[in-house]
Each structure stands twice: as C-alpha cells, then as structure tokens.
C-alpha cells in the first residue's frame, strides 16, 4: 500500500496510505471529492451539468469528473472505492437512478459505468439517505441511533436511520418523503408525474410555482411587482428573491413564506410520526440559506402536526458537505446496520 504526506493549509502533515472517491448527484450540480475514512476531504470539485439529450452523455459528465478524482488521488494511495450519492428514485438492482423526477432521463446506469472504468468497487444510494449516514459519522447524528435526515433543495428528499438501522427499502427509496402528499387538492403538478407533492409546493423549484398559485400575477404587492419586472410571471421568480422579499417584509412574500413552513411541518411531522426519530436534520440550499424563516415554523408547528413526542429540529451542521461526506462513507464500505 502506498503513501503520501498530506499537508492542508494551516494543518499538520499526515500521512495518506488510503483515501475513497465520493459522487454526490444533485438535481442541477454533480460534486466529487477524495477524502480519508475518518471524513477529512482532500481535494472537491463541484460542477453544474445542463443534462444532455442522451443519458450516455450524462453518465460520461459523471465518469469525467470521477476522472479529476482519481488524477488527485495522493500518489500510491490505494482507493478503497467509490461511492455514489445519487437522487432518486433509485433502482439499486441494476444501478442507477429511475426515471428520476429532476432530470429528464429514464433508466440511468451508474455503478456500472464507473465500476467498468476503474476497476473499483462501487457503492450508491439515495442522496438524502446518503446524507443521513454522513450526519450519524460526521455530525450531530453522533451517539444517535433515531435521527432523520431531510433536505429541501432542487427537490425534496430524506434518509432515515431507526434503531441504528439505515432504511433503504427494495430499491433503495424507503424515505422518498419529498413525493409525501401534502396538498390532498393535488393543486400542483410534481415532476415525478404526481399531484399534490411536497416536493411540488417547497422545494427550490416548486416554491416559485407556489407563488403564483398564491398570489397570480402579485398584484398589490411592491415585491412582487419588483419581482415580476426583473423576472416575469411568477413561475419564473428565483426563490431566493422570495425569501429576501419576506426578510423585507413584502405581504406577498411573507404569505407563501408562511405556507411553505406550514407545509414544511405537515412533511416533517409525517416523518416524524412514521420513523419516530429524536433528532431531524435539515439541509440543502433551501434551508441553508433561509436556515431561520425555514426552522422557525418547522420547530413551532411541527409538534401540533405530530402524534409522537417532537424531536430535536437543527440545520444540519456539515452544511453543504452533508452528501458529500455521506457518499466518502460509502466508499469506504460503511453502513449503519
């Protein structure tokens, strides 16, 4: 087995004889890292992929950057393998993601590809699941063996770890909370083909959708007429404008702000009455950048919406890393059981 001495800035040296290869696919952005078992990340790079026609093509992007991986691998350091944090739904039987619902593709190969390429073992699983296990190893899951991961980003998704088992299911999508109904009206459309979704109402690309169901064209509003002269209609307004227009106090804003955190809690409070956790984590990019008009409403509604005594409610303290870091698990054969 070889070595290397790995020196980060403003760290100690340290010497590198083993190191995994983690893959985490977003709906809009692939990450990989190489990084050591005890989760200290070498080197990451992070990508935005316009999906292609051809999921051929898809794959190839991901094999690319696997690549990179692997060209900044420490020199003689043994891969232990690779592991694959990957939206859903999964189909873990043939290795790949399902007709995903945020990308345009059916059957996606994945393991594969990769395994064919370098001649590695290669492991993947549900992101948000993923992520759950990196937050048991790496951060506030520690010491937990009930804790439920959930993040709110491109879509909606989570993982869930009970009695110190990590849930999977027969094709690995035991947690896909995001496709919960949550609107019983079926008012919007998911990109899974399904109506009523929480994934359709409050995640970054449904919030906007959401907004135009409230508030139409936004008339009335200064925001929102803001908004529309920057944006157009309301489908096309970034959420993020919408959560600054809240802070600012703009009605409209504030009210889809408001039913998305009502939502939020009908979701959270599901989970939590079917997996019983004493800890929730939340993460992506929804809730890391709106951490307090995202927890606020969760941690005030969640225990009027919930039959089980509440958990513990925090933004996940491994940021945006969580996936990243639950996928260098997966490398490295790791597993809650």
């Given at each position: 087995m070889g070595e290397r001495i790995y020196a980060p800035p403003g760290r100690r040296t340290y010497v590198v004889r083993l190191?995994?290869?983690?893959v985490d696919i977003g709906a809009t952005r692939v990450r990989v890292c190489v990084g050591t078992e005890d989760g200290r990340i070498l080197w990451r790079k992070s990508k935005r992929i316009q999906p292609p026609e051809q999921e051929a093509d898809y794959v190839n992007e991901i094999v690319n950057l696997v690549q990179d991986a692997m060209d900044r691998s420490p020199a003689r350091a043994e891969v232990a393998g690779i592991g694959v944090a990957s939206v859903g739904p999964l189909d873990l039987g043939r290795g790949g993601m399902s007709s995903p619902a945020n990308l345009p593709y059916g059957f996606v190969p994945l393991v594969g590809p990769l395994a064919e390429r370098f001649d590695a073992k290669v492991t993947i699983m549900n992101d948000a699941s993923a992520a759950a296990l990196g937050e048991k190893m790496f951060g506030a899951g520690k010491g937990q063996g009930n804790l439920v991961y959930i993040t709110l980003s491109t879509g909606i998704g989570g993982g869930a770890i009970v009695d110190g088992h990590l849930l999977s299911g027969k094709d690995g999508n035991a947690a896909e909370i995001g496709h919960l109904v949550v609107d019983p009206a079926g008012r919007l459309d998911c990109g899974c083909g399904g109506r009523g979704h929480w994934e359709a109402y409050c995640s970054g690309r449904g919030i906007p959708r959401f907004a135009a169901l409230i508030g139409g064209e936004a008339r009335g509003?200064?925001?929102?007429?803001?908004?529309?002269?920057?944006?157009g209609r309301p489908e096309g307004w970034d959420p993020a404008a919408i959560f600054r227009a809240a802070a600012e106090r703009d009605d409209l804003a504030k009210r889809v702000v408001e039913e998305v955190g009502k939502l939020n809690s009908?979701?959270?409070?599901?989970?939590?009455?079917?997996?019983?956790?004493?800890?929730?984590?939340?993460?992506?990019?929804?809730?890391?950048?709106n951490r307090e008009l995202i927890l606020t409403p969760i941690r005030a509604l969640v225990p009027k919406y919930s039959v089980n005594r509440a958990p513990q409610i925090i933004i996940t303290p491994l940021g945006d890393d969580v996936g990243l870091l639950g996928a260098l698990c997966l490398a490295f054969g790791a597993a809650v059981e």
């Amino acid at each position: 087995m070889g070595e290397r001495i790995y020196a980060p800035p403003g760290r100690r040296t340290y010497v590198v004889r083993l190191v995994g290869v983690g893959v985490d696919i977003g709906a809009t952005r692939v990450r990989v890292c190489v990084g050591t078992e005890d989760g200290r990340i070498l080197w990451r790079k992070s990508k935005r992929i316009q999906p292609p026609e051809q999921e051929a093509d898809y794959v190839n992007e991901i094999v690319n950057l696997v690549q990179d991986a692997m060209d900044r691998s420490p020199a003689r350091a043994e891969v232990a393998g690779i592991g694959v944090a990957s939206v859903g739904p999964l189909d873990l039987g043939r290795g790949g993601m399902s007709s995903p619902a945020n990308l345009p593709y059916g059957f996606v190969p994945l393991v594969g590809p990769l395994a064919e390429r370098f001649d590695a073992k290669v492991t993947i699983m549900n992101d948000a699941s993923a992520a759950a296990l990196g937050e048991k190893m790496f951060g506030a899951g520690k010491g937990q063996g009930n804790l439920v991961y959930i993040t709110l980003s491109t879509g909606i998704g989570g993982g869930a770890i009970v009695d110190g088992h990590l849930l999977s299911g027969k094709d690995g999508n035991a947690a896909e909370i995001g496709h919960l109904v949550v609107d019983p009206a079926g008012r919007l459309d998911c990109g899974c083909g399904g109506r009523g979704h929480w994934e359709a109402y409050c995640s970054g690309r449904g919030i906007p959708r959401f907004a135009a169901l409230i508030g139409g064209e936004a008339r009335g509003s200064a925001a929102g007429h803001r908004l529309e002269k920057q944006r157009g209609r309301p489908e096309g307004w970034d959420p993020a404008a919408i959560f600054r227009a809240a802070a600012e106090r703009d009605d409209l804003a504030k009210r889809v702000v408001e039913e998305v955190g009502k939502l939020n809690s009908v979701g959270i409070a599901n989970a939590v009455n079917m997996f019983d956790p004493s800890l929730v984590t939340i993460g992506g990019g929804v809730a890391l950048n709106n951490r307090e008009l995202i927890l606020t409403p969760i941690r005030a509604l969640v225990p009027k919406y919930s039959v089980n005594r509440a958990p513990q409610i925090i933004i996940t303290p491994l940021g945006d890393d969580v996936g990243l870091l639950g996928a260098l698990c997966l490398a490295f054969g790791a597993a809650v059981e």
